[in-house]
């Protein structure tokens, strides 16, 4: 089965909508509301596409694909109603790029930029929008929510926390925590899917607020330091200040971009001045800073003399369940290459 | 784990034991929690009320340390209505009549005494299990941590093979584990009795392949000793040097002061760690290291999967790698041990390894492997057994009798205590209290009392109370809730203010040795009034 888009026909799997044959293929179409975790929104409106022989447009995140369906989506009419549904989320709120964490990333700022809006057209008086920044990791800024509803699905549908939802009607609706609670105050266990899925500045992470611009950050790619899942994570780092600025989880196996409070907030410890830096030896019933070799030569030279006089089997290791594999196949390879018994274990029983 | 954690989102019934998901491993409880959504069966039991309750279709709330009873009356109820599943016992197991034979002395009426569970409960749950055309355990610690741990695994490992929910799709035994890689320390050898990928030490064609690998000779063929056996043996000087990586050994063991008795035994006492914590003070020399973040290597999750771990950072001037260390101790004591990078330690164990042999840096640089792996072309295997065939032949039942935690409440010490992890933190925290704002999400230890004991104690939120067991005494305040059964507390062992684990029993499973930290006795006592009263909030993980 195919579909044309633009003049190009691409094959689709059934049950597939053009928003996702579009993608697969390379055909930018935007969205605001549509995140390929949630699934069709249609709340939005953005990625709206003409089809040949349909009065009126289409939803392209709901639209399921047809064979032998003609999809355009840039045509004049198609541009104009986008144009007029991003002036009026422009419009609805205070959309300002100077100093917002999202700049560069924020969905809404690219779908201006391609429509070529440089300022909304229309001056809107809604009631006044709150900042909740009662939590200690999230910011709910909701002078910039366009009410896509992402953060919403995101907690109920993706993590399943059931925390936000979208409260009173109207012109007054708004994102709100529980019964209309801060969120310090609400069930909310921080665990940060909302801000990873809002596409403009609305709900941002407090933490990274004024760390350094996307542009400015460095990307690595690793492997969560805390529970046995194993969620993958980018770090975003400042590489002149050396310290991680920000946490984002990767939208790859196990954890599908998800995260708890720890893995996404809890990345500061190895920046911290408590840190061990320097060899250590017990020297009269006091901790002495040493040098590395004189470290290494007394460890060494104990290890000879007591194993000497009392055998090889008064030695132990312990591994660890938090480091890694690398150093773990170390210590066990050490203790049995240099050491020559099995006295090795780690905290897998304890 | 058996099967792979996006799996669960498919099972049609999930049967979570022991597990405190939502706070230990918050990301398996969200795939767990989407199943629920679509429709699944969630059957939560644990003594406490925990968090995925409020998800589950059955809470079903057994006394604490009564697992092999009520697994075995569900079992016994399973086949009396005839719901095992008989063609995986005759097709894959080797010994399906003993099983039957030996549930029989579990009736559920028997049973339901032990567990405390109404008879009527305990038979909706086995019909739920029985009928359901596949169901997926997960278990963590609570299962492990007893001293019949050991036999708790088997028994939910029987259940799974009556049912036949092994070898397939959104099934199998699933155990949490819970440090980010205490897998791939297992799989790396870190164990007495094995070398990586679980190559046993007593096999010589091992040892011969080992030192011609490793170019060296006179590999012990002897078991080494465990955990527990190493500390104990420090007190009549079977053990005198103790090489410690990463592990807060004082504040992690059960019996604190017996653990610092154990230590301050020791002749040399060598700790490699990013932090001061309340085991370094003992140690005759310290190594500062490396920490996560500032170097390259993997990690192995709880589902087998291997990942990478990168370099984010540069480290503090004066901290070297753990392996570093050992390879300048090595040199020092006679051994080129030849590790010179991440990269070169993980090759120099892939030369011998097996399920490991198929999974390089290379192909893991976007995503992670499962292993086993066995060759570069290999795919990586997302659940084990596959099609009910186990890695010994046929599946093999072992009997399983229903044993008391060690250490009863009596007159003396009246109320149970049970310990484990917080959502807001992990393991001794310094990780997760030198980061910022954890600590203020979850500031201090408390003490999860349920509102009955409470109530007769004289004691509300945010009182200052003692616990004390027979082996020491902690004083933190006091959260009265619904989370505990009544005659049950609980807390946690993150806080070094105030440890679990300075009043847990120093009692282990005789196989594993894995402490018996789900279970003691304390007595609870009013220390203070709160100045101001703690509000519960009914939030989530915390008061």
Redesign the interface.
Known sequence: MSVTIDGKLFDFKPGATVLEVAREHGVKIPSLCYHPKIGPAGRCRICVVEVEGQKGLETACTLAARDGMVVSTDTPKVLEVRRMVVNLLLSNGEHNCLSCEQNGQCELQDAAYQLGIEAPAFVVDGPPAEVDKSS??IVIDRRKCIMCGRCIDACN?????EVLGMGERGHESRVVCDTDRPMA???????GECSQLCPVGAIID??AIGKGRVSNL?K?????????????LT?H?DKDA???VKVTGRE?????G??????R????????P?????????KNGK?EPVS?DE??????????E??AK?GS??????????????????????????I??????????? | MTN???ELKDAELIFVIGSNM?E?????S?YV??A??KGATLIVNDPRKTDLTR?ATHHVQIKLGSDIAYINGLMNEIFKNGWADETFLKEHTENPDDIRKWVESYPVEKASEICGIPVAKMKEIARLLGTAKSAAVCYTLGITEHICGTDNVKTLANLQMILGNLGKRSAGLNP??????????????????V??CYQA?NDPKVIEK?EKA?G?T???D???????T?LQ?ALD???????????N?VQ???NMAHTIKEIKAL??F?VC????NLT??Y??????VY?????E???????R???????????????????W??????K????D?G?SS?VA??E??RKTATSYAGITYERIE???LQWPCPTLEHPGTAFLHKNGNFSRGKGLFSKTDWVPPAELPDAEYPLALSTGRR?????TA???R?????E??FPEELLEIHPQDALKLGIKSGDLVKAKSRRGEIVLKAWVTERSAPGLCWTSFHFEEACANVVTNDVFDPV????E?KACSIRVEKVKDAVTPMID?????RP
């Open positions: 200690e990791m549908k993706v993590v399943v926390n105050d609400s069930t909310c266990v921080q665990c407090k933490k460095t690595v790619n690793t492997t969560c330091p805390y529970c046995g899942v194993g969620c993958q770090l780092v050396n310290r991680i790859v196996l196990p954890n599908n998800m995260l708890c409070v720890k893995g907030y809890g990345y500061e410890f190895p920046s911290s408590k840190r061990l830096t320097q060899p250590m030896i017990m901790h590395w470290a290494l030569d007394y460890t060494a030279g104990r290890i000879k007591i194993v009392n089997d008064v030695f132990s290791a312990f591994g660890s369940g938090r480091i890694t594999n690398e150093n773990n196949y170390a210590i066990a390879k050490f203790t049995r290459a240099v020559k018994n099995n006295n090795v274990d780690h905290c897998a029983r304890t | 792979s954690i996006p939502t230990g491993h918050p990301v398996v969200y929690k989407q629920v959504k998800w949490l584990r819970g440090q980010n890689n205490v897998q791939g320390a297992c799989d790396m050898g870190a164990l007495p009795n070398f990586h030490v080992m490793w060296v006179g590999l012990s002897k078991p080494g000793y465990k955990m527990p190493m043996k000087g079977g053990t005198k040097i103790l090489y410690c990586i990463a592990d050994t992690t063991e059960p002749e040399l060598i760690d990013i932090f001061p370094t003070p140690a005759h020399v310290i190594f500062p920490a996560w973040g500032e170097e290597g993997t990690f192995t999750n709880t589902e999967r291997v990942q990478r771990v990168r370099r984010a950072l540069s480290p503090p001037e004066g901290c070297r790698p753990s392996w260390v050992l390879q300048e101790l090595g020092r004591l006679g051994v041990l590790f991440s330690i993980y120099d164990m976007e995503e992670g959502l807001w933190h992990y393991h310094t990780q997760t030198n980061s910022v704002g954890l203020n999400l594993t040795e894995t402490a930290y909030l009914h939030r989530q993980a």
